[in-house]
């Protein structure tokens, strides 16, 4: 938005970074009591979000939460356009479809056959989850790598070879 | 008043935003309290082990390493978990985040178990590394893919 972009939802990524920023605050400010009340304090908010997640969240399908299923006037079942930056690789081959009408289950064939791929960042611009995932899994194969390379290239250290020796008497 | 479906889908997207403050609360207290190692979000323990391989002076590596590979091994368990809860999102998001926060009072259990420094007792210390990865690479999961643009 500053640059004069066109992101949609630069709204959730502001909130997302203040977020983050308070509750590093609120985490050092209590730190000053204990390590085990911030861990007890997020296990808590943790707890409520999962119970506000599984009484309150809609039961929409994970592959295609936008997705409709509509039956036209001849009886013909359509699926509305959406599009795929959402889907996870279980999608790629069938997908389960639920009604919203009729509250059944439907299995609809996905329209992104099984040897494509998914983009790696979205619409907006963002990496997709299966894509984040990768390429922190890559990241951190890397550091590993770099890691135990270092460690088997470490030479012993000769002495005289490091810091200055300290100034003995005379 | 909006109708139910409005308001459940407003509901995710404010669930991700407490989640990432949690994030932000227990990223401050690995790093301040367990040897300078983040065990919420991953991007900034690779700097660390990059700047450790190259010889620089960060955080303990094996302590970095540990909370890549239990944050890794959380998400892949929370990727099978969505796999299996039937396909429905208020399932999976809200078993994920019930075993985050088990792993995470689970955390204070060790912690409150090891005393005041932690950095002396080293099974408390990286018993609390891998809890804690454990429960974000849990909840990371369904933070990436059921929302967009939070972290």
Redesign the interface.
């Known amino acids: 938005m500053l640059a004069s972009g066109t992101h949609p ?1 630069w709204t ?2 502001a ?2 970074v203040a ?10 400010y ?2 000053r009591h ?3 009340v ?10 409520a ?15 295609e ?1 936008e997705r409709k299923v509509r039956t036209d006037n001849q009886g013909v079942t359509r699926l509305s356009n959406a599009s795929h930056s ?1 889907q ?1 690789p ?1 999608c790629r081959g069938e ?2 479809v639920r009604a919203r009408s009729r509250l059944v289950w439907k299995v609809a064939p996905c329209p992104m056959s099984a040897g494509q791929s998914c983009p790696a960042t ?1 619409q ?1 611009g ?1 990496m ?3 894509n ?2 990768r390429a ?2 890559g ?2 194969l890397l ?2 790598l ?2 135990m ?2 460690q088997r290239c470490r030479q012993p250290q000769q002495p005289g070879s490091g810091s200055p020796p300290a100034a003995s008497a005379p | 008043m909006p109708p139910a479906s409005a308001r459940a889908g407003q509901l995710l997207p404010r669930l991700l935003l407490v989640l990432t403050a949690v994030t932000g609360m227990v990223d401050a207290a690995s790093y301040l309290a367990l040897g300078h190692v983040f065990t919420a979000n991953m991007t900034g323990n690779t700097v660390l082990l990059a700047f450790a391989s190259a010889g620089a002076k960060t955080g303990h590596p094996y302590a970095l390493r540990s909370a890549l590979a239990a944050f890794a091994l959380g998400a892949s368990v929370a990727g099978r978990i969505a796999a299996r809860a039937d396909a429905y999102r208020h399932k999976w998001t809200g078993i994920s985040l019930g075993i985050e926060a088990g792993l995470l009072w689970a955390s204070m259990a060790v912690v409150s178990a090891a005393g005041a420094d932690l950095t002396h007792h080293f099974a408390s210390l990286y018993g609390t590394i891998a809890l804690s990865g454990l429960a974000d690479g849990e909840s990371g999961t369904p933070r990436s893919s059921s929302c967009r643009c939070t972290t």
Do not use: E, H
């Open positions: 939802r959730r990524g909130a997302s977020m983050m920023v308070a509750g590093a605050s609120l985490g050092t209590l730190l204990s390590v085990a911030v861990f007890g304090l997020a296990g808590s908010i943790s707890a979000c999962a119970l506000a997640a599984w009484f309150g969240l809609p039961g929409t399908s994970i592959c939460p959402r996870s279980q997908q389960v979205d907006d963002c997709t989850g299966w984040r995932m922190i899994g990241i951190a550091g590993l770099a890691g390379q270092q």
